[in-house]
């Protein structure tokens, strides 16, 4: 069964440092994709991530994977107060144009000033 | 464009009765997939649609779980004898169905059984 871990599963960032957030999972997969989610919203699609060494930069977030560790990193680049959310990392271990997301529980950032 | 819209958005039933929750996906998506979200969890997988059969139901918790999408667009997940158990955030969400594409989700329903 496929276990996908997030940590921490809270993390207090200080504005204007810089942070990162693990996602490890336990079955080979090269497709990974990482999510935010504010209180009470649905999920907003952030990365795709669908080979060994991808990396995907969008603002102050970058994301990259590495499918030998089976590892994907979130790097925060001088935090902000708007990116204060829940980060969710999935996991898709079907093949082809099949597709089943294992998600982990999530890591909660918050940004105080 | 619109997005994955979802109805209702708050469902509050007994104990015992029968529920339905609809999904209506982005246009054009082929692939339908259908999640729970308990809180402080992520959301966990209950069944996908490529089309109008479902491609993988291994989700499903038990047989009174059921989904359909007869035309290939919306579909509805039906729950009998719903149970307290099955309180949560039911989510949808849509893809174009191409490996790697992303999932796009909509904004849930919040199902409560009292």
């Known amino acids: 069964e496929l276990k996908v871990e997030q940590n921490p599963l809270f993390l207090s960032m200080q504005e204007g440092k810089n942070y990162t957030i693990y996602c490890n999972y336990s079955?080979?997969?090269?497709?990974l994709y990482w999510y935010r989610q504010d209180p009470g919203k649905s999920l907003e699609s952030l990365f795709v991530?669908?080979?060994?060494?991808a990396v995907k930069q969008e603002g102050r977030l970058m994301a990259s994977l590495d499918t030998k560790a089976r590892l994907s990193t979130l790097h925060i680049t001088a935090a902000v107060h708007d990116l204060s959310a829940t980060y969710f990392c999935?996991?898709?271990?079907?093949?082809?144009?099949?597709?089943?997301?294992?998600f982990g529980k999530g890591i909660t950032l918050s940004v105080r000033p | 464009g619109a997005g994955v819209s979802q109805t209702p958005s708050n469902k509050v039933t007994e104990k015992g009765k029968y529920v339905e929750l609809r999904c209506d996906p982005i246009?054009?998506?082929?692939?339908l997939y259908w999640y729970r979200q308990s809180l402080g969890q992520g959301p966990e997988f209950l069944i996908y649609?490529?089309?109008?059969?479902?491609?993988?139901d291994s989700g499903l918790p038990n047989d009174r779980f059921f989904a359909v999408r007869p035309e290939g667009s919306v579909s509805t997940l039906k729950i009998q004898r719903t149970e307290r158990g099955d309180s949560a955030v039911y989510l949808c969400?849509?893809?174009?169905?191409?490996?790697?594409?992303?999932?796009?989700f909509g904004p849930g329903t919040r199902l409560t059984v009292l």
């Open positions: 969400a849509s893809s174009l169905g191409l490996a790697g594409t992303s999932q796009y």
């Open positions: 079955t080979t997969s090269d497709r």
């Open positions: 991530l669908l080979s060994n060494g």
């Open positions: 999935a996991v898709d271990i079907h093949t082809g144009a099949n597709s089943k997301l294992t």
């Open positions: 246009s054009g998506h082929t692939a």
């Open positions: 649609f490529q089309g109008t059969g479902a491609a993988d």
